[in-house]
């Protein structure tokens, strides 16, 4: 069974920098693409950014230039630099992993880190 941890959320000010960290660990195959998703009080979940094994990554409009995604293959981690905090940026952020095996593939999320951007 994997399990995702997430780490790094916390209150900061507008303009200000966090990073979150995630760690899958437990039963790893292999592990495709990684993530973060937000999800802000009373909004539907958004995709922030993703990476595939490959290191190609994608960045939702609203954090390009500002947020850069990477990841660590041999730790099996994924990172999120977040830079220029804006209140909207305030949400539980969480991290996603596409692990395959076996034939199959199959999605990982972890419990989610309060992000919060005070102006």
């Known amino acids: 069974q994997v399990q995702l941890v997430e780490s790094g959320g916390g209150l900061v000010q507008a303009g200000g920098s966090l990073t979150l960290s995630c760690a899958a660990s437990?039963?790893?195959?292999?592990?495709?693409?990684m993530g973060w998703y937000r999800q802000a009080p009373e909004k539907q979940r958004e995709l922030v950014a993703t990476?595939?094994?490959?290191?190609?990554?994608n960045y939702a409009d609203s954090v390009k230039g500002r947020f850069s995604i990477s990841r660590d293959n041999v730790k099996n981690r994924v990172y999120l630099q977040m830079n220029s905090l804006k209140p909207e940026d305030t949400a539980v952020y969480s991290c996603?992993?596409?692990?395959?095996?076996?034939?199959?593939?199959?999605?990982?999320w972890g419990q989610g880190t309060q992000v919060t951007v005070s102006s």
């Open positions: 990476i595939t094994s490959g290191g190609s990554a």
């Open positions: 437990g039963s790893i195959s292999r592990i495709n693409s």
């Open positions: 996603w992993m596409l692990v395959v095996g076996g034939g199959s593939s199959w999605n990982i």
